[in-house]
């Protein structure tokens, strides 16, 4: 399965927003909300997760087809590997210590960022690194 590498950077765009917010207000509420579209893109892919429905619906119809698409399981991965941060996160936002949500979520800013503003995903890369290691 493809996918719209536009889609993967416009969700990447709107998980750094939400992430930037998390860091601002402290919310563990909208780190929970943001896990769950993390856990959603893990399990289901990034095509079906709430942004990747989003950009499908409202903003791919606008920009036609993609000139690009890329393997889903990269960004698949990625996902999970966000995932595994936001779940930090809410730990350290839930029971302590406070530092540690906060870095745990600003590694996930930094990721989703790097993805959104220079179309470099670095849960893609460690999935390919895995892959070229294990065979």
Known sequence: MRVDIRGTRFAAAV???VLAAVLVGGSFWLL???ALVFASGAVLGVGRSPYGLVFRRLVR???GPPAETE???PPRFAQAVGLF???VGLVGYGVGPLWLGMAATACALAAAFLNAAFGY????EVYLAL???TG
């Open 15 to 17: 998980t750094a927003l």
């Open 32 to 34: 929970a909300a943001q």
């Open 61 to 63: 119809p606008r920009l």
């Open 71 to 73: 393997d889903a399981a």
């Open 85 to 87: 941060f936001a779940l």
């Open 121 to 124: 995903c670095l849960g893609c």
């Open 131 to 133: 892959r070229r290691v």
